[in-house]
Each structure stands twice: as structure tokens, then as C-alpha cells.
């Protein structure tokens, strides 16, 4: 048993948001108890004590997009033609770079990525994994990175139609072994999804395959949606409806299932969505960084859909998603009063909801029998800070590079701005060594 205490407590729990002096009691990967400091003490005093002095003790964050396999695009130069539009993007930088993977460069992606989302307070995080020349083994390889870093993952491998049928028929295997060994882990660490790249690179044979071989898996599907224009025109003009109409008619729509972006999805395909339960997920900076439009999540949100917030691999640092998230809706409704209250409800409430249709556990909350992912954040409030306002303190005063501890299903693997078991600077010389023998292939 270990108690956390005197720390400003942000529980975003309904009964208690928010204690000023507070402390939170870790036994068995559970939240055990809360409240005030001193109460706790006298409750549990004989037991293991940290004293935050004053940090803020709140819920990790939960990822619910992200590419892992784009790391090694950071600082990467290529030569090729001037990208003029998304598909041009897909073409000319991500479609080269996850054929020239192997399996040591996912590994080292892995380890870059996690470690980055758990020092920026990440504690669950969904994966879309691409590596047409490296199938066999890539959900695994990042499984067991994972493991080792002490992260919650839910994994998936995005088959397309784009390498061939063989490539296809790999990714389809890929998803099914892992989604079968994580069945069998029984584990609240590990958790898959079946994947699929979009629309538009996928035929109807090849939909209807996926859907055929993981049907009675029970899995919900991990898909991009209409995130660029040509998704939907490749829809229009090949099957006379849209996007999600088309994955409606193949019953991919679910609450188990995640459909990233849905930028272009008109009122219909919104309605649609609603009435599935179909899961969302938005990623303002991604769309804006490859100038696809604005999601429609305020309209989605107000329609009873759950949406999330991801980063689709554009950053591993949910505040600024959640910042950015706050202002392009406010720019593009010329609206200053919009996503005060929708921005934040994707991070910690809807987020929340996604983690638990895909693991075991009640997730970002402090509360009694929760899972103890917490992250300790170094903030000193140069004003009041209390139950009517800590969601202004978040977003306009703490970032990823304030978070101070990382504590993942009651085990700390982050401390003090230090990984605990992980010799970072080892990782790091050697991803560099990696990725350099990576670019001269992409």
C-alpha cells in the first residue's frame, strides 16, 4: 500500500473534483481510498507515504489515436515531390516510410514513443500500426515494448489493400493473433482491436474479408473516416454512398468500434454514426497539419456521440491536443464560447468511456476501486485554483513537460522527471543509430 498526499487533488470525480489538500491511497493496482491528507494519514498512517509538496495529483491521460510507426519521421528529409493535398501526403512521405520498416525500427519507435507519452503523463494509449514489409510479429514486437515500459496499450494493425493481397492477408492474421493472445492474457494492460486503414484503399472483397475473419472475435474495428475529402469521393464514385454508409452496410459501426476523424461526414453519415454508437476520435492538430478540414466534433458531441481526443501521432502530448482542440473550434464556428465545455469532456470523460468498452477497470477518475494510472504535475497556481476552475488550470497552465511522476496500474515508472527502470539515454543513442539507417532506405 503507498499513499500519495498533500497534493492539490483533481479527481474528475462528480461527488469530490477537487481537494486542495489531498491524498490518494494505491493498494494492488487499485485506487483504495481518498480525500483529505490528514484524514488519510490517521486512517492509513503506518503505510508507505510520498509527499508531493503541493503538485497536483490527478488521472493519467488516455491516447485514443496514435501512430507509433510515424516516430521516425522526426527530423527525416525527403527528396520527392511537393505534397499538395492528403492523399499526396499518404503517397509521398507515410506510405514510403512504413514500407521501409523493419522490425528493429518498430521496436525502437515503440520504445520512443511510450516512453515520451508516459513523461508527458500518457497512461493508456491506442495504437494504429502500419508495416506492409514487416507484418508478422510488429503487433507483438510492440506489445512487448510496452510491457516492458509499463504503459496500457491497445493495439491493432491497419490492413489496406495498397501492398497486395498477400500483405493484406498478413495484416489480417496479425490483428487476429494478437487480438486471440490478448484474450487469452486476460491482462487490463493489453487489449486489441482489428484494424483497418480507410475506405478508400480497401475494396468490398477485402472489407467484407476483414469483417468475415473477425466477426465472432468480439473486437470492435479501429478505422480511419473520412479524414480527407477523397475518401469520400473514392466512396461516391465506386459504391454510390459515403464512407460511413458503406461501413454501416458491412456492420462495422459498433460501440466497440473507433472511427478516427469523420472531417467530411455529412449529416446523415453523423446520424448514423449517433445511432450506432460508433466511437469518434478527434485530432485537431493532425487535420490542421495535413489541411483537411475541421471534425465536426461539437456537432457530433451535441448529437450523443462519444467523442475523444487522439493525437494521431502528430504529437504524444495530450495537453496540447487538448489546447489545440479548444481554439480551432472557437476559429472555425467564430464562436469564443464553444469547447469550454466539449474539449474538456473528450480528454477526461470521453476517453474515459473508450478506454473502458477495450480493458477491464473504471479509468481516468480517482475514485474507490479505480485503477490507480495517475500523474503527478508539477504546478504551482499563480491564482486560486478549486473545484469551478481546475479545468482553466489545465489548459492554460500545464503542458506534458510538467508532469513529475507517471504511475501506471499502481506501479510507478516514471519519477521526479526520471524513468525508473528504463535507461532512456541508452534508448535514445541507439534510436538514433536506427532511424539514421532507416531514412537511406525510405
Known amino acids: 500500500m ?24 494505491i493498494e494492488k493496482g487499485k485506487i ?34 496514435g501512430h507509433i510507426y510515424s516516430a521516425f519521421a522526426r527530423g527525416m528529409n525527403l527528396n520527392g515531390p511537393i505534397s499538395k493535398d492528403f492523399v499526396d501526403i499518404l503517397k509521398n512521405l507515410w506510405w514510403r516510410l512504413d514500407k521501409s520498416l523493419s522490425i528493429e525500427d518498430i521496436k525502437y519507435s515503440t520504445y520512443c514513443t511510450l516512453m515520451e507519452s508516459l513523461k ?10 502500419a508495416s506492409p514489409n514487416s507484418v508478422e510479429g510488429s503487433l507483438f514486437t510492440i506489445g512487448n515494448v510496452a510491457e516492458e515500459l509499463g504503459i496500457r496499450t491497445s493495439l491493432c494493425y491497419e490492413v489496406s489493400d495498397r501492398d497486395g493481397e498477400e500483405i493484406l492477408n498478413k495484416g489480417i492474421k496479425e490483428n487476429i493473433d494478437y487480438i486471440n493472445y490478448c484474450k487469452k ?32 472475435l468480439n473486437c470492435g474495428y479501429h478505422i480511419h473516416v473520412a479524414e480527407g475529402i477523397a475518401d469520400e469521393e473514392d466512396c461516391i464514385q465506386k459504391y454510390n454512398k459515403r464512407v460511413v454508409e458503406r461501413l454501416n452496410d458491412f456492420n462495422v459501426l459498433g460501440k466497440n468500434t473507433i472511427a478516427v476523424h469523420c472531417v467530411h461526414a455529412d449529416e446523415k453519415e453523423k446520424d448514423l454514426v449517433a445511432e450506432s454508437n460508433t466511437c469518434v476520435v478527434h485530432n485537431p492538430e493532425s487535420n490542421m497539419g495535413n489541411a483537411v478540414g475541421v471534425s ?50 473528450m480528454l477526461f470523460e470521453n476517453n474515459r468511456k473508450i478506454a473502458e468498452n477495450h480493458f477491464e477497470g473504471k479509468f481516468g477518475v480517482i475514485d474507490k476501486g479505480g485503477n490507480a494510472d495517475l500523474i503527478i504535475i508539477d504546478y504551482d497556481p499563480l491564482t486560486p485554483m478549486d473545484k469551478t476552475n481546475y479545468t482553466s488550470h489545465i489548459l492554460f497552465g500545464m503542458m506534458g513537460k510538467s508532469v513529475d511522476t507517471t504511475i501506471v496500474n499502481g506501479k510507478t515508472v516514471f519519477k521526479n ?6 535507461d532512456e539515454k541508452r534508448i535514445l543513442a541507439k534510436s538514433r543509430e536506427v532511424s539514421r539507417k532507416l531514412w537511406d532506405t525510405v
Not at 7 to 23: D, V, W
Not at 186 to 213: R, Y
Not at 333 to 338: A, D, E, F, H, R
Open 2 to 25: 503507498k499513499i500519495l498526499g498533500n497534493g492539490r487533488l483533481i479527481t474528475q470525480n462528480n461527488q469530490k473534483p477537487f481537494i486542495e489538500n489531498g491524498a490518494v491511497v
Open 120 to 129: 508527458f503523463g500518457v497512461t493508456t494509449f491506442f495504437d494504429h500500426h
Open 185 to 216: 492474457k486476460k491482462s487490463n494492460m493489453k487489449s486489441a482491436m482489428f484494424g483497418m486503414h480507410a475506405s478508400f484503399t480497401l475494396s468490398d472483397k477485402s472489407l467484407n474479408k476483414c469483417v468475415e475473419q473477425s466477426e465472432s
Open 296 to 345: 465536426p466534433a461539437i456537432e457530433l458531441i451535441n448529437k450523443g456521440v462519444i467523442v475523444g481526443l487522439g493525437t494521431d501521432g502528430y504529437t504524444q502530448d495530450m495537453f496540447e491536443s487538448m489546447k489545440v482542440a479548444n481554439i480551432i473550434h472557437k476559429h472555425n464556428l467564430k464562436n469564443p464560447s464553444v469547447a469550454w465545455r466539449e474539449v474538456p469532456s
Open 32 to 65: 483504495l481510498d481518498y480525500g483529505n491528507t490528514e484524514d488519510i494519514l490517521k486512517k492509513y498512517g503506518n503505510e508507505e507515504y510520498v509527499n508531493v509538496y503541493g503538485k497536483v495529483i490527478m488521472p493519467g491521460l488516455i491516447n485514443t489515436h
Open 417 to 422: 522527471g526520471e524513468f525508473v527502470d528504463i
